[in-house]
T-cell receptor, first 112, second 115 residues
Framework: GEDVEQSLFLSVREGDSSVINCTYTDSSSTYLYWYKQEPGAGLQLLTYIFSNMDMKQDQRLTVLLNKKDKHLSLRIADTQTGDSAIYFCAESTGGATNKLIFGTGTLLAVQP | DGGITQSPKYLFRKEGQNVTLSCEQNLNHDAMYWYRQDPGQGLRLIYYSQIVNDFQKGDIAEGYSVSREKKESFPLTVTSAQKNPTAFYLC??????????????FGPGTRLTVT
């Protein structure tokens, strides 16, 4: 079945780069997303990538996709304390149903 | 100022009572979704609706009901049949047109506590 896995926790120092990893199983996934959730809040869409792309860069965020290994990563450059949050990756086949399958989330702790 | 609103932010109920969570969007999206989030877990899909007057069960629909009488609104009722209703509930919406993108945008959530 469909499954999305993430490591539970990542700790970095302010100013360093953070890399959050995600693996998925559904080879028909067309869209892959990264969401950020701050404590007690909803999910904020950070970025997404189409399955026919290898990389997408958006300011401090870089998404890398290895479709062969079904591996997705999110790199945050110059990590700030405000980046501390839970990060979820999610996959979807898009289209009419557009069901999102979420990973369990990675808690990013940024140490000052 | 477009977005998704959920109310209330916190909700407390006694066991055995039904409770309805509100979700409204002014993004002109056709599709709307309800997710449940438990501590340390990802989001799980409860119900979704692609168009007015139509909705489908998600992965954990038992004990929940929805309606979609208006494009802007997708209320979720947590019934007394739901065994473990205490959770954080998130509503989302998206376009259903490829040209506009399929990204789902989320509301701020409602934390329901049932005692």
């Amino acid at each position: 079945g469909e499954d999305v896995e993430q490591s539970l926790f990542l700790s970095v120092r302010e100013g360093d780069s953070s890399v959050i990893n995600c693996t998925y199983t559904d080879s028909s996934s067309t869209y892959l997303y990264w969401y950020k959730q701050e404590p007690g809040a909803g999910l904020q869409l950070l970025t997404y990538i189409f399955s026919n792309m290898d990389m997408k860069q958006d300011q401090r965020l870089t998404v890398l996709l290895n479709k062969k290994d079904k591996h997705l990563s999110l790199r945050i450059a110059d990590t700030q304390t405000g980046d501390s949050a839970i990060y979820f990756c999610a996959e979807s086949t898009g289209g009419a149903t557009n069901k999102l399958i979420f990973g369990t989330g990675t808690l990013l702790a940024v140490q000052p | 100022d477009g977005g998704i609103t959920q109310s209330p932010k916190y909700l407390f109920r006694k066991e055995g009572q039904n409770v309805t969570l509100s979700c409204e969007q002014n993004l002109n999206h056709d599709a709307m979704y309800w997710y449940r989030q438990d501590p340390g877990q990802g989001l799980r899909l409860i119900y979704y609706s692609q168009i007015v007057n139509d909705f489908q069960k998600g992965d954990i629909a038992e004990g929940y009901s929805v309606s979609r009488e208006k494009k802007e609104s997708f209320p979720l009722t947590v019934t007394s049949a739901q065994k473990n209703p205490t959770a954080f509930y998130l509503c989302a919406s998206s376009s259903t047109f490829r040209g506009l993108g399929y990204e789902q945008y989320f509301g701020p959530g409602t934390r329901l506590t049932v005692t």
